[in-house]
């Protein structure tokens, strides 16, 4: 009688392997750690880097504390007043998603209609780029003329903003299925709407949150911009107060909140791209084959 050693179990499971490709274990919490800081050293140490090159220029005094105040002055005016940059940060972060959010439904809707219909692609696509060149901050003064001082221009600035990016990579997305794919559905009786959501929107998921990513730094611009024309709350009323009072420290402050606000919506979309999508080649580092 021959016996087996896991070790012969291991060498045989190896050989029956398809040729190219080599198992291996799933990473753990500790090598899905090690990757994370792998890949954020840099960014930090390059964001390190910019404010010790800012620290040592403010400190030397080669520039004037009033046109580029110190890191401690512009975190101090932070801290200084917290609730004050709570309140407007709150302001435009709520006109950042909304905007966000409407322009990424519309985006979407916009995409599909032009996919599945050559005469409305034809005809919205010209459109579409005629209004992406158009300066945003040049027409913003309009919708307040239209919709007044609230929450109506900002959130129709961060739309337009954030649009452009989710309809064209959405559009993308959609086109880029394998034709043969559409026609083995068709061959197997699938009606449209079930190769739209079973073959089509799936395959089309990582061009979106491609675009999703880009719009979300896109909508704070936006709100923003929308706050520049004519607000009396949010970050852009902040940084245009404290232009006009030469408060410095203050300024940077609100263009450094508004940067962080920024960070964090893209950081949630690619959050929710990773829980959505672990079968991207680009998060494909939990895989348990490689091809060699």
């Known amino acids: 009688m021959v016996t087996q050693t896991p070790a012969d179990g291991l060498d045989r499971a190896a050989n029956d392997a398809p040729d190219g490709v080599v198992e291996r274990q799933r990473p753990g919490i500790a090598q899905r750690a090690a990757g994370l800081a792998e890949r954020a050293w840099r960014p930090v140490a390059l964001l390190l880097g910019i404010f010790a090159l800012w620290w040592l220029v403010t400190a030397a005094e080669w520039i004037e504390p009033y046109l580029v105040p110190s890191p401690g002055d512009t975190i101090g005016a932070i801290t200084d007043n917290p609730e004050y940059f709570w309140e407007h940060t709150w302001t435009t972060g709520y006109e950042t998603l909304l905007g966000f959010v409407i322009a990424a439904a519309i985006g979407v809707f916009a995409a599909v209609v032009m996919v599945y219909s050559s005469t409305i692609e034809k005809t919205l696509y010209p459109l579409l780029l005629f209004a992406q060149v158009i300066p945003k901050i040049a027409i913003a003064p309009l919708f307040v003329v239209w919709l007044g001082f609230g929450l109506g221009p900002k959130i129709v600035v961060a739309v337009l903003m954030a649009f452009f990016p989710v309809v064209i990579s959405m559009v993308t997305g959609l086109k880029s299925i394998d034709p043969e794919m559409l026609q083995l559905s068709a061959t197997m009786g699938a009606k449209p709407a079930q190769t739209f959501w079973k073959i089509r929107f799936p395959a089309s998921l990582p061009h979106l949150f491609s675009g999703l990513k880009v719009a979300?730094?896109?909508?704070?611009?936006?709100?923003?911009?929308?706050?520049?024309?004519?607000?009396?709350?949010?970050?852009?009323?902040?940084?245009?107060?404290?232009?006009?009072?030469?408060?410095?420290?203050v300024l940077f402050a609100g263009l450094l909140v508004m940067s962080l606000l920024g960070v964090l919506l893209f950081v949630v979309v690619e959050w929710a791209e990773h829980l959505l999508l672990p079968w991207q080649a680009s998060r494909r580092t939990d895989s348990v084959t490689t091809t060699m």
């Not at 009323?237 to 408060?247: E, P, R, S, T």
């Open 216 to 249: 979300a730094t896109m909508a704070v611009t936006g709100a923003v911009v929308g706050e520049f024309v004519g607000a009396d709350a949010g970050l852009g009323f902040v940084i245009l107060q404290a232009n006009g009072n030469l408060d410095t420290p």
